[in-house]
Every structure is written in C-alpha cells, then in structure tokens.
C-alpha cells in the first residue's frame, strides 16, 4: 500500500514564525500535492509538482512555498505564519500517469495564534 | 477552469437504507476522470470509486455505485445497504486528461453524511 506520511498531525505556531510542514511518501510517485481544507470550501490546491526540483502554483498559493529537492520528500513552507494559514494541511501523491489516483496522508491539523 | 459542486451540505440516513450524494461538475474538457473520496471522521482520505469520461458503464465497488451522466454533467455517488462505517465526509473531485500540469484534482465543497443505528 501507498504510505504518505505527514511530519505532524498537530502542530501550533506563532504570528510571524517561518513554518514547516513536512510530507514523504514512499512509492517512488512522480507526483506530489499540498492542499489545505476548510469547512464549506473543500480542498483547495495550495502547490504542487510533478517532479523534482519542479513546482506549479496551485489555486491558493499566496504566503505559501514549496520545496521538492528528493522525489519522496515535499515540504510546505509557511514564510511569515498568519492566523488566517489556521487550517488542516493535506499532502497527496500520485503516479505520473494521467488518471490516477492520489493517495493521502493523515493531514496536519495547525493553529496559528 | 474547471468547477465541482456538491449541494447536500450534509445528509443523515439510518442504516441499511440507500443513499445518493449529488456532484455536478463544469468543464469544456471531453476527456476527463472523476472520482469520489471518503474522509472518515478524523481519518486519512481514501478513495472511494473512479470514472474515466470515455467509458460509458458506470463504476461500481461493492456497495458504492456512480450514476454518470456525462451530458449533464452530474456524477452522482450510491451507496447501498448503508452502514455505521459509511459515517464520512465525501469528497466529489474532477482531473483532466492529461500529463503533468493536468494532473491535479478539483474538489467540490464535501457532503457530510451521517449513518444513524
């Protein structure tokens, strides 16, 4: 079975602060996502890439970076923490293949105060 | 862009009784998969069921089926002989055809659905 691991499930941080949240799968997939769910939106993609050292904006990027430097390893970065990034962060991979599904970690559950 | 709406905000059925969540979706895009995913109450996403655009029959999994209607646009997920187990958010989302870029879901709001005993 596919294995996404998300660094934290939950994580709280200050106004400000330079966040980190980390995301390896273990599949060898092309593919890698970060999403951020709300209630009543859904997900939205935040970025995503389709190979190493590759990214895409997705449809929420503003005060989000990303960072792809391994194929198993995509890291969602936070620059300056804001309460309105209060959110669960979802990571996802899928294979580089038209079509398939994407797999999901546990999500990370982070409160900026 | 492509757009997915889900507009059941939440349902409620008791077990063992059928259900079917509503999904329309907007695109110019002919070729095209959707899919429906379940998130179970503090619980990975996990997917439920897929269906390619081309194909015409309906996908089914055990007690999950699809009622595609590609002309309408609607992509309608039943679950049948409902259980306790079912208790989840469900997620409709659309993919393009394609390589790389195209490679990305869109997700409709969430349905809410709670399986009573």
């Known amino acids: 079975d596919v294995k996404v691991t998300q660094s934290s499930r939950y994580l709280v941080k200050r106004t400000g602060e330079k966040v980190f949240l980390e995301c390896v799968q273990d599949m060898d997939h092309e593919n890698m996502f970060w999403y951020r769910q709300d209630p009543g939106l859904g997900l939205r993609l935040i970025y995503f890439s389709y190979d190493v050292k590759m990214k895409e904006k997705g449809d929420i990027p503003e005060g989000y970076s990303v960072s792809r430097e391994k194929k198993e390893r995509f890291s969602l970065i936070l620059e300056s923490a804001s309460t309105n990034q209060t959110s669960m962060y979802l990571c996802a991979s899928s294979l580089g293949v038209s079509g398939q599904p994407q797999h999901f970690g546990d999500g990370t559950r982070l409160s900026i105060l | 862009a492509q757009t997915v709406t889900q507009s059941q905000p939440e349902m409620s059925v008791q077990e063992a009784e059928t259900v079917t969540l509503s999904c329309t979706y907007d695109?110019?895009?002919?070729?095209?998969?959707l899919f429906w995913y379940k998130q179970p109450p503090s619980r990975q996403m996990i997917l439920v069921i897929r269906?390619?655009?081309?194909?015409?029959q309906n996908a089914t999994e055990n007690r999950f089926s699809v009622n595609f209607q590609k002309a309408a646009k609607s992509f309608s997920l039943k679950i049948s002989d409902s259980q306790l187990g079912d208790t989840a958010m469900y997620f409709c989302?659309?993919?393009?055809?394609?390589?790389?870029?195209?490679?990305?879901?869109?997700f409709g709001q969430g349905t809410r659905l709670t399986i009573n005993p």
């Open positions: 695109t110019s895009e002919n070729n095209y998969y």
């Open positions: 989302a659309f993919m393009k055809h394609g390589n790389q870029g195209a490679q990305k879901l869109v």
């Open positions: 269906q390619e655009a081309y194909k015409q």
